[in-house]
């Protein structure tokens, strides 16, 4: 089993990566894992642009170059993925926010379907739950990865009870139990009415748009769901049936229509 860390800290081995160093430990006490570490601070991955061109024409096409395909293609060689990132102003690390951001794409053209991922947030206070949010959405949270796990960790600057010691090592012994079970098993779950009607709407957007999205309508072109699979027929109906009415709504208020907006002067 391989598991990658993808750590957001600009200080690299902070707090954030000795609560990892825990998870990591109680898992090779479970059974034979490969970690590797990828520092944020140090990857060649430069700030997104905000150009659209990876969602629109496809990643391939971006403007930036450095090492953001070769960190995909590490990345589909594991089995699990940590996203580790200190909470910053409610939110993850800037560090974390680009590493989201360049990968974008994958929440419109999910890969990852067969690895887990647990967000690791640490802060000094008691509440993460914008960093965790943020860490949903991470490479293709939206519609991608197969099991999400999440943990909370306060490490505040200044010694802790014995008390606040244990039940912080419960709860990352927790995370890690969940997580590595949750890597053992590869198999891919059976769509959800609601699943379905995600993947029917991104496929349609595809077709309304295709002039404009070109990536998601050769993405989404003859495929019956995001990977082969068995959709019940009721349920195959009930979903149509609900796409059919929200694409009506949709194109009446979105489009696509014949005049661009906001107009560049």
Not at 76 to 90: E, H, Q, R, W
């Given at each position: ?60 096409k ?31 690390s ?131 769901y ?22 009506t ?6 489009g ?10």
């Amino acid at each position: 089993m391989k598991i990658i860390a993808i750590m957001g800290s600009p200080k690299g081995k902070g707090a954030g990566y000795r609560v990892v160093r825990m998870i990591e430990e109680r898992m090779k006490a479970a059974g034979d894992i490969e970690f590797a570490y990828l520092f944020l601070k140090d990857a060649n991955l430069k700030s997104c642009l905000g150009c659209y061109t990876c969602m629109a024409k496809g990643e391939d096409k971006c403007p930036l170059k450095d090492d953001r395909a070769a960190i995909e293609q590490e990345m589909s060689t594991a089995d699990g993925f940590i996203l580790s990132s200190p909470l910053y102003v409610n939110n993850v690390s800037g560090l974390m926010k680009n590493f989201i951001e360049r990968f974008a794409y994958l929440n419109h053209r999910p890969r990852f379907l067969r690895q887990a991922v647990l967000a690791v947030v640490n802060m000094a206070g008691t509440e993460g739950t914008g960093a965790l949010s943020a860490l949903r959405y991470a490479i293709g949270g939206a519609r991608g990865s197969r099991a999400r796990h999440e943990i909370a960790i306060a490490t505040p600057p200044w010694p802790q009870t014995a008390r606040a010691i244990a039940k912080k090592e419960r709860a990352i012994g927790s995370a890690a139990k969940k997580f590595y079970q949750a890597c053992l098993d590869a198999s891919l779950p059976r769509p959800t009415l609601r699943s379905y009607i995600d993947f029917l709407m991104m496929q349609r957007l595809g077709i309304e748009c295709r002039q404009s999205l070109p990536a998601d309508h050769e993405f989404y072109k003859g495929r019956a769901y995001y990977f082969d699979t068995h959709i019940n027929p009721v349920k195959a109906a009930a979903a149509k049936a609900v796409v059919g009415f929200m694409m009506t709504i949709w194109t009446k208020f979105m489009g696509p229509g014949k005049g661009p907006w906001p107009v560049a002067k």
